[in-house]
C-alpha cells in the first residue's frame, strides 16, 4: 500500500499550480477587481457569480453555497477524490515527481483509482489512433475522406480505429500493467467467457475528453456490415463517464466559447470536427444522450452566463421534423440560460458535416450565422401546423402557441412574442391574443407565494467582520494593536473562534505580510470545521476599501470594533451605577463613576480615530 505522501512534496504541488490555471480550466473567471477574480460557482446553480478566487493567497470561496478551500480542495470536489489522489493529479499536471514516506518512490501503478483510468484511456487512445493507420483501417479511412475530414484532421482530433478482434486492446493493456478489474471498471472491456473481452470492436473511435483534456471515455461508429450492434456506441457510465454531464470537444471549445460568448451545441462527433474546421471553434455535442439540465451547467461556467452579460447558445437542428422536435425540446430548457438563446436549421436537412462537404466551409458558417432565435423557432413551428386560412385554424394554433409564449419569464419579451403571434396568425387584433396568453399564463404561475426576507446583518457584526478579513488578507495593515484586542471584543462566537486561531498561531506578529503562508498557518491552528470555513472565507472575500485608503481604513475598523466594545463596557458600568445606592456604597460609587469617565475618555480618542475610515 502506497505511503503518505510527503509535506514537501504537497507544499511544492500548492506552489506549482496556480489556483486561476486550475479552477480556469473548469470555469470562466473574470477580473473582479482587488485582485479577485470571479465566476459561476461549479458546485450549485446560480444565476449571477457568487464564487471567488484570491490567487494572492492561493484561496477560492463561494459567497452562494460557502464551498471553499485551496487549489487542492477544489480538485478534490470537482473531480470527486480523496485528497492523496488530488495531490497526485496536480502533480501529474505539474510535472512533480511525488516521494512517499514509509517506502519512498511510488510507481504509477500504485496511484489512486482515478489516476489508473485516466492513465489507462490515455493509452487507449494512444492505441486506437495508432491502429487508424492499419491496413485493416481502412473503412474507417475511407468513412473520414467521405466526409471531408483528412488524416491531419484525425489526428488533431484523436479519431482511431478499434479492431475487429475479442481482446487487441485488452492484450495491450493488461500488457501495460492494468489489471483486467480496471479495464472494466473504466468500460474499456467488459466480462466475456473467459475473461475480459474488448468493448469496441471494428469500429472508428473518437476519445471523449472533459474540460482538462483528459480521456475519460470513448464513441464508436459502425463501419461493417457483420456489426449487429447500434450505429454508434458509447463508453457506459463509469467513475469517470457520466454521459449526462459529458459535452464532446468541450476541451477544444472552452476558451471559444469564453472568448465569442458563443456555444454552438450540434449533434454528432463529426459536426464538430465540420464546425471546428470551418471556422466555427465554439462546437460541443452531447454523447449518446439529448441535451439536458447537466450539459447547461457545464456550458454556463464557460459562458460566464448572468445578467450583465449577454452570450448565445446556437443549437443545430435537421430541418426535418424530428430535428424541430429536437428543437422545441430544446425550448424547455432555454431559460435555465439567461443568454439569448438560438436555432440554426438548415432547411435542406443537411447537418454541419454533409453542409461541409456539398457546400464547403462557408456554408457552415452561414448557417450558424442564420440562426433564428429559439422562442420564434418554438412559435412558428407550433403554428405552422395548422391551416390558418380559416378562423378555426387560427384559434386552435393561437391556443396551441399560447403556453410557450406564456411560458417566457421576461414580460417585455413575453410582451413583444405577443404582437408577433398576432401578426404571424393574422388577427391584427393585438388585445384578444395577448388576453389568451394572459389566461394561459395565469393558469400556470399558479398563486403567488410571498418569499421571506433575508434577517438584516447586525452593524457591530459587520465591522468586526471587516476587521477579520483584514487580520486574514492584510495583517501587517494591522499590527500588534490587533493582538492586544481582548476576545471579549467579538459579539458572536464564530468572530472569537478566528480570534482564537489568530492569537494560536502567534498573532499578526508572525504573519509577516500575510499571503498564502499565513493562511496555510490560520488553517493548520483551526481546528475546527466551522473556523476552517471562516478563514477561507476571509482569505477571499473582499474588503470594503480602495487600495490608496487601505491603512486609513483598516486603522479605522479597527478602532470602530475597539468603540464598540468600549461602548459595551460604559453601559455594563452604568447599569451597575443605576444599581447601587450612593450615600450607602459611596466608595463603591466612586469607583464606578471614575471608570465611567475613564471609559468616556478613551472612547472619545477612538472615535478620533475611526473617523479615519470615513
Known amino acids: 500500500m502506497a505511503g503518505r505522501i510527503r509535506d514537501d512534496d504537497i ?34 446553480d446560480e444565476k449571477s457569480p457568487s464564487f471567488n478566487v ?7 470561496y463561494c459567497f452562494g453555497c460557502s464551498e471553499g478551500g485551496d487549489v487542492i480542495t477544489f480538485v478534490e470536489k470537482i473531480e470527486h477524490l480523496s485528497f492523496s489522489e488530488a495531490v497526485e493529479r496536480l502533480a501529474q499536471r505539474a510535472g ?41 483501417a481502412g473503412p474507417g479511412r475511407r468513412f473520414l475522406s467521405e466526409r471531408g475530414f483528412e488524416r491531419a484532421d484525425a489526428e488533431m482530433f484523436g479519431v482511431g480505429y478499434a479492431p475487429a478482434e475479442w481482446e487487441a ?40 475528453r472533459d474540460a482538462t483534456g483528459d480521456v475519460i471515455g470513448f464513441g464508436a461508429r459502425k463501419l461493417l456490415d457483420s456489426d449487429d450492434g447500434p450505429k454508434y456506441l458509447n463508453t457506459p457510465d463509469s467513475p469517470l463517464y457520466k454521459k449526462s454531464q459529458v459535452l464532446y470537444g468541450i476541451d477544444l471549445a472552452k476558451r471559444e466559447i469564453s472568448k465569442r460568448a458563443q456555444a454552438v451545441i450540434v449533434e454528432g462527433y463529426t459536426d464538430v470536427m465540420a464546425c471546428h474546421l470551418a471556422g466555427v471553434p465554439t462546437a460541443v455535442a452531447t454523447c449518446g444522450t439529448s441535451f439536458g439540465e447537466e450539459h447547461i451547467k457545464i456550458l454556463r461556467r464557460f459562458l460566464f452566463d448572468q445578467a450583465e452579460f449577454r452570450g448565445e447558445v ?12 429536437a428543437a422545441l425540446r430544446a425550448f424547455a430548457d432555454e431559460q435555465k440560460f439567461v443568454t439569448q438563446t438560438y436555432v440554426a436549421v438548415q432547411g435542406d436537412g443537411l447537418d454541419p458535416c454533409d453542409l461541409r462537404v456539398k457546400q464547403g466551409d462557408a456554408a457552415v458558417r452561414d448557417l450558424i450565422a442564420s440562426r433564428e432565435p429559439l422562442f420564434q423557432f418554438a412559435i412558428r413551428s407550433t403554428i405552422s401546423r395548422y391551416d390558418l386560412r380559416s378562423n378555426e385554424g387560427k384559434i386552435a394554433a393561437l391556443d396551441a402557441a399560447a403556453p410557450i409564449v406564456a411560458a417566457i419569464k421576461d414580460v417585455g419579451l413575453r410582451k413583444r412574442y405577443a404582437i408577433d403571434l398576432d401578426r404571424w396568425l393574422g388577427f391584427m387584433d393585438e388585445r384578444f391574443v395577448m388576453q389568451r396568453i394572459g389566461e394561459v399564463s395565469g393558469a ?49 462566537p464564530e468572530h472569537t473562534a478566528l480570534h482564537k486561531v489568530i492569537t494560536t498561531a502567534g498573532g499578526l506578529a508572525a504573519a509577516a505580510h500575510g499571503g498564502r503562508e499565513w493562511v496555510d498557518r490560520l488553517l493548520e491552528h483551526a481546528h475546527e470545521d466551522g473556523a476552517r470555513a471562516l478563514v477561507t472565507r ?69 472615535l478620533e480615530r475611526a473617523t479615519g475610515m470615513q
Open 538 to 606: 476571509f482569505a477571499v472575500e473582499p474588503f470594503q476599501a480602495d487600495a490608496e485608503v487601505e491603512q486609513r481604513y483598516a486603522t479605522g475598523i479597527l478602532a470602530r470594533v475597539e468603540t464598540m466594545a468600549v461602548d459595551r463596557a460604559i453601559a455594563q458600568v452604568k447599569s451597575r451605577l443605576q444599581r447601587i445606592n450612593p450615600v450607602d456604597e459611596a466608595q463603591e460609587h466612586r469607583r464606578l463613576f471614575g471608570e465611567l469617565l475613564a471609559l468616556e475618555k478613551q472612547r472619545k480618542v477612538l
Open 444 to 492: 400556470q404561475q399558479g398563486p403567488r407565494r410571498r418569499v421571506p426576507h433575508a434577517a438584516p446583518v447586525d452593524p457591530s457584526v459587520r465591522v468586526e467582520r471587516e476587521l477579520l478579513k483584514l487580520a486574514v488578507q492584510r495583517p501587517a495593515l494591522l499590527g500588534p494593536q490587533f493582538d492586544a484586542l481582548d476576545p471579549q471584543a467579538f459579539t458572536t
Open 54 to 60: 484570491t490567487p494572492e493567497r492561493g484561496m477560492y
Open 11 to 44: 507544499a511544492l504541488v500548492r506552489e506549482r499550480s496556480p489556483i486561476a490555471e486550475v479552477i480556469g480550466e473548469h470555469i470562466q473567471l473574470r477580473n473582479a477587481g482587488g485582485g479577485n477574480l470571479k465566476g459561476l460557482c461549479p458546485f450549485h
Open 169 to 208: 486492446l485488452t492484450r495491450h493493456l493488461l500488457a501495460r500493467g492494468f489489471t483486467s478489474d480496471e479495464l472494466v471498471k473504466g468500460g474499456l472491456a467488459k466480462e466475456g467467457r473467459r475473461g475480459p473481452i474488448d468493448r469496441f470492436r471494428g469500429r472508428l473511435i473518437w476519445p471523449i
Open 96 to 136: 512533480i515527481q511525488l516521494q512517499y514516506e514509509q517506502g519512498g518512490y511510488v510507481p504509477k501503478r500504485d496511484h489512486g483509482e482515478r489516476a489508473r483510468l485516466i492513465e489507462a484511456h490515455r493509452a487507449a487512445a494512444e492505441f486506437y489512433a495508432d491502429k487508424l493507420m492499419s491496413p485493416e
Open 314 to 325: 446556437i443549437f443545430t437542428f435537421d430541418g426535418d421534423a424530428a430535428g424541430q422536435k
